[in-house]
Each structure stands twice: as structure tokens, then as C-alpha cells.
């Protein structure tokens, strides 16, 4: 499976962005996908996940209530809406695969490249 992120970019803190990561390959439905982020100089870290089926999700007590992961199977596609967005949002934004969904990086592969997103005034 590929996976290929797309919709960052410069945002004003309080806007709004919403990424997509579309996949290669009929398994898509099979598996549980991720959101995770990596700021300069600091770790990657989950961002924000959800089932195969997209009847249960996880988020980062980060964005809870500001960001909102949805999937549509027939499109292979996963996304991240991103609302209230503020200065410390600013990271690359990657998405993954995983058999289960969790918050652990080690559970997840098939890493796309990225995408950037910068909330600034």
C-alpha cells in the first residue's frame, strides 16, 4: 500500500485545513489508519486514528475536540479536518496504515511522505 498526503499549507491560527491521504491497492478497508506529526526538532507524535470500518476513533488530548479523522473506503481515502488551528499545529503531518488502531508509532507502516502545515499570522 502507498500512501500519498496532500491539503497542507500556511494557515492563520484559528483557520481551518483539511488533509487527505489517499491509498493504492484494494486492502485499504482493511486496515486501521493513523494521523501523526512532527514538529522541528521534536519527535513524531500521534496525532489521531481510526478502525477499519470508521465506527471508533482515537485523538491526541492535543486536538480533541479540533481536529476530526474520517475515512471513506470507497475512495481509499482518509482525512484530518483541522479547525482552531494554532501556531503549535505547525508540523509535517504524515499518515500510516496499522492492523489495529493505536496511538503507538511502532504499530504503524507504510508511511506517506508528508505534508506540511504552518499555522502563522
Known amino acids: 500500500v502507498q500512501l500519498v498526503e496532500s491539503g497542507g499549507g500556511l494557515v492563520q491560527p484559528g483557520g481551518s485545513l483539511r488533509l487527505s491521504c489517499a491509498a493504492s491497492?484494494?486492502?485499504?478497508?482493511?486496515?486501521?489508519m493513523g494521523w501523526f506529526r512532527q514538529a522541528p526538532g521534536k519527535e513524531r507524535e500521534f496525532v489521531a486514528a481510526i478502525t477499519w470500518s470508521g465506527s471508533s476513533t482515537k485523538y491526541a488530548d492535543s486536538v480533541k475536540g479540533r481536529f476530526t479523522i474520517s475515512r471513506d473506503n470507497a475512495k481509499n481515502t482518509v482525512y484530518l479536518q483541522m479547525n482552531s488551528l494554532k501556531p503549535e499545529d505547525t508540523a509535517v503531518y504524515y499518515c500510516?496504515?496499522?492492523?489495529?488502531?493505536?496511538?503507538?508509532?511502532?504499530?504503524?507502516?507504510?508511511w506517506g511522505q508528508g505534508t506540511q502545515v504552518t499555522v502563522s499570522s
Open positions: 491497492g484494494r486492502t485499504f478497508s482493511s486496515y486501521a
Open positions: 500510516a496504515k496499522s492492523r489495529v488502531i493505536g496511538a503507538k508509532e511502532s504499530g504503524y507502516d507504510s
